[in-house]
């Protein structure tokens, strides 16, 4: 496994055609989306905080809405050469872990549903609970990994 991470925080959006490892460390209520083409060994994720769509233009406030943070991070991919068929697109996160319920499931069910509107399938998704979670995308070999609570890291 590379040893270079690049820790893609909260509201963020991080794509790479190199030989790194995207990660989020500590996803409580918020959701990770990791899409990645296993033919150009292209990679991204966004850490969404936000259910819906930015009111505002600004492209700091964009990326953390899940409709915004998605077009940003498949635009981003495609412009390094993704292709939109070739992309597996996989969810982590939207722990309910305050027990308030109701702002993780409205931004899983945010991200779930534009993705839908897109015409995109999830491959996986490891939503939901009451457990914080971490991802990371090796983009060399394509795999992801993924911690629930304090369990071992396992392959998505």
Do not use: Q
């Not at 981003?76 to 027990?99: I, P, Q, R, Y």
């Amino acid at each position: 496994m590379n040893d270079k991470f690049i820790d893609v925080y909260t509201g963020k959006v991080s794509v790479s055609s190199k030989p790194v490892i995207l990660r989020v460390m500590a996803i409580g209520s918020c959701v990770a989306v990791v899409v990645y083409d296993r033919n150009k060994k292209i990679g991204g994720l966004a850490h969404i905080m936000l259910p819906g769509r930015s009111s505002s233009g600004e492209s700091e406030e964009r990326t953390k809405y899940a409709e915004d943070a998605i077009d940003i991070l498949l635009d981003a991919a495609k412009k390094l050469g993704a292709g939109t068929e070739d992309l597996e697109v996989n969810l982590v996160g939207g722990a309910d872990m305050l027990g308030e319920g109701n702002i993780s499931k409205e931004i899983a069910s945010s991200a779930l549903d534009y993705l839908k509107n897109l015409g995109i399938e999830p491959k996986s998704k490891k939503t939901g609970g009451a457990k914080r979670r971490s991802v990371s995308l090796d983009i060399e070999s394509g795999r992801i990994f993924y911690t629930e609570g304090d369990s071992a890291t396992e392959e998505l």
